[in-house]
C-alpha cells in the first residue's frame, strides 16, 4: 500500500523560516513533488526531487532522503499569502500515478 | 504552452441527478490524465486515470465513472448522484513520467 503522512497545521511568523515534513511508504518511486494549495483553489507546483539532496528555488527549498523515506519543503522570510496548505505527492509504480499526502495547513501570523 | 480547462467552476445538483463534467488540455499530446476528489480540510483521493485514449482505470469503487473520448479530453460522470459525492473535483495533466502534474481550475460540486 501508499502510506504518506504531513504535520495537520502549522504555525509560523511572518520573516521566519518553517519547515514541513513529510515521510513516505510507497511500492515504488519516481519523485517527489511539493504543492501549494490556497483555501477553494487548486494545487499549484512548488518543487520536486528524485535525487537525494536539496532543491532551491528562490525563498522556497526541498530535501530528500530515499533512504529514509523523507522529505522536506523549507519556507524562508514568509509573508502572509504563504499562509495555505502544502501537499507532499509521491510519483509511484509502473503506472506514474501520484500519491497525494493529507497536507499541512500553514497559518502565517503577523 | 500547456493548458487545461476543467468546467464548470461550481455546480448544485439534486440527489439522484446525473453529473457530467469535462477536461481539456492543450498544448501536449498524449498525456496521463486524472480525476481526484478532495473532501473539506482534505488531501486528494485519486479517482480516476488514462494513459490514453479509451484506457481507464479506476481506483476507488463508487458511483462515478471516467471516459476519455479523446486524446485530451477527460470526462467524470455519474447516473445518480449521492450526497457523498459532494466535494472538490480535480482535473490533472502530466508527462508519462518524472514530472509534475497540473491541475484544472477544479469543480465544487454540491449535492442536495
Given at each position: 500500500g501508499q502510506n504518506i503522512d504531513q504535520p495537520t497545521e502549522m504555525t509560523?511568523?511572518?520573516g521566519?523560516?518553517?519547515q514541513i515534513n513529510c515521510t513516505y511508504q510507497t511500492s515504488g518511486f519516481n519523485g517527489l513533488f511539493w504543492y501549494q494549495q490556497h483555501a477553494g483553489e487548486a494545487p499549484t507546483f512548488l518543487s520536486y526531487?528524485?535525487?537525494?539532496?536539496?532543491?532551491?528555488?528562490?525563498?522556497f527549498s526541498s530535501f530528500l532522503s530515499r533512504s529514509k523515506g523523507y522529505s522536506y519543503l523549507l519556507l524562508k522570510e514568509l509573508q502572509?499569502?504563504?499562509s495555505a496548505?502544502?501537499?507532499?505527492?509521491?510519483?509511484?509504480?509502473?503506472?506514474?500515478?501520484?500519491?497525494f499526502g493529507p497536507g499541512t495547513r500553514l497559518s502565517v501570523l503577523p | 504552452?500547456?493548458?487545461?480547462?476543467?468546467?464548470?467552476?461550481?455546480l448544485v445538483q439534486p440527489v439522484g441527478s446525473p453529473l457530467s463534467l469535462?477536461?481539456?488540455?492543450?498544448?501536449?499530446?498524449?498525456p496521463n490524465?486524472?480525476?481526484?476528489?478532495?473532501?473539506?480540510?482534505?488531501?486528494?483521493?485519486?479517482?480516476?486515470?488514462?494513459?490514453?485514449?479509451?484506457?481507464?482505470?479506476?481506483?476507488?469503487?463508487?458511483?462515478?465513472?471516467?471516459?476519455?473520448?479523446?486524446?485530451?479530453?477527460?470526462?467524470?460522470?455519474?447516473?445518480?448522484?449521492?450526497?457523498?459525492?459532494s466535494g472538490f473535483y480535480l482535473c490533472a495533466w502530466s508527462e508519462y513520467k518524472n514530472t509534475e502534474a497540473f491541475f484544472g481550475q477544479g469543480t465544487r460540486l454540491t449535492v442536495v
Open positions: 509560523a511568523t511572518e521566519a523560516i518553517v526531487n528524485v535525487l537525494d539532496g536539496l532543491e532551491e528555488k528562490g525563498r502572509m499569502k504563504d496548505s502544502y501537499l507532499c505527492a509521491v510519483r509511484v509504480g509502473r503506472r506514474q500515478n501520484f500519491v | 504552452s500547456q493548458t487545461i480547462h476543467q468546467w464548470p467552476a461550481t469535462e477536461c481539456t488540455v492543450e498544448g501536449t499530446s498524449n490524465l486524472y480525476w481526484y476528489r478532495q473532501a473539506a480540510g482534505r488531501g486528494l483521493q485519486l479517482l480516476f486515470y488514462s494513459v490514453g485514449i479509451g484506457q481507464i482505470s479506476s481506483e476507488v469503487p463508487q458511483n462515478l465513472s471516467a471516459s476519455r473520448p479523446q486524446d485530451r479530453q477527460f470526462i467524470l460522470s455519474s447516473k445518480k448522484l449521492l450526497l457523498s459525492d
